[in-house]
């Protein structure tokens, strides 16, 4: 079964420090997101992306945060200058078509700033 | 993929016996209503959906009955299995909003033996 994958699995950063966190989503899909979750938390909606551009995103993904898709297979979050505040659990997820579907999730990163 | 959470509520249920998780969700504009369930280590997996023209829908073990008067999501699981024990989260979405997700709390099932 087409499942998504998320690499490292774990990072640990010096704050400051510029980090990304990768995704390989399902791949005939066409709908791209991160959410993240802070330990103990809801799990948050960060930006959607489609058609190589952001569809959506939330006030948490700041001037910060940036998504690209490099090449036809990978989806990237990069985070410029890391806040301890950024340590959680990062998810990637993609659906077929978008609208009111079934979004897959990978397994995570989980990035711990120090 | 730990969604651990130190306050998260839990609901302890015996082998074979059916569990039910609730939901409240706040936004009346909903229209598409998930539930993930997320095992320690793993990202939410995709158990069942539901859109808002229905209010029960059925899969195998599981049933989702949804209240749209009260804003009230509910996950019924039959015969609940040891593999069951997980944190559940009820999500919501609403058309043209890029379908991006809005994640309840997370209730923690515990199945013991």
């Known amino acids: 079964e087409p499942e998504v994958t998320q690499t490292p699995s774990h990072q640990v950063t010096q704050m400051g420090q510029e980090v990304i966190l990768r995704c390989v989503p399902i791949?005939?899909?066409?709908?791209f997101y991160w959410y993240r979750q802070i330990l103990g938390q809801k799990v948050e909606f960060l930006v959607s992306f489609y058609n190589n551009e952001i569809s959506e995103k939330s006030e948490i993904f700041d001037d910060q945060f940036s998504v690209e898709r490099p090449d036809g297979s990978n989806f990237t979050l990069k985070i410029r200058s890391t806040k301890l505040e950024d340590s959680a659990m990062y998810f990637c997820?993609?659906?077929?078509?978008?609208?009111?579907?079934?979004?897959?999730f990978g397994p995570g990163t989980r990035l711990l700033v120090l | 993929g730990e969604s651990v959470g130190l306050h998260l509520p839990t609901l302890s249920v015996q082998e074979g016996d059916n569990s039910i998780i609730n939901c409240a969700y706040s936004?009346?504009?909903?229209?598409?209503f998930i539930w993930y369930k997320q095992e320690s280590g793993k990202g939410p997996q995709f158990i069942i959906d539901?859109?808002?023209?229905?209010d029960k829908r059925q899969g195998q073990r599981v049933t989702v009955l949804l209240n749209k008067t009260v804003k009230h999501l509910s996950l019924q699981i039959a015969a609940t299995q040891p593999g069951d024990s997980a944190v559940y989260f009820c999500a919501e979405s609403t058309t043209g909003t890029a379908s991006k997700l809005t994640f309840g709390t997370g209730t923690r099932l515990q199945v013991t033996l």
């Open positions: 539901i859109r808002s023209n229905m």
């Open positions: 791949s005939n899909h066409l709908y």
């Open positions: 936004n009346s504009a909903s229209d598409y």
């Open positions: 997820a993609s659906t077929l078509q978008g609208l009111l579907e079934t979004q897959y």
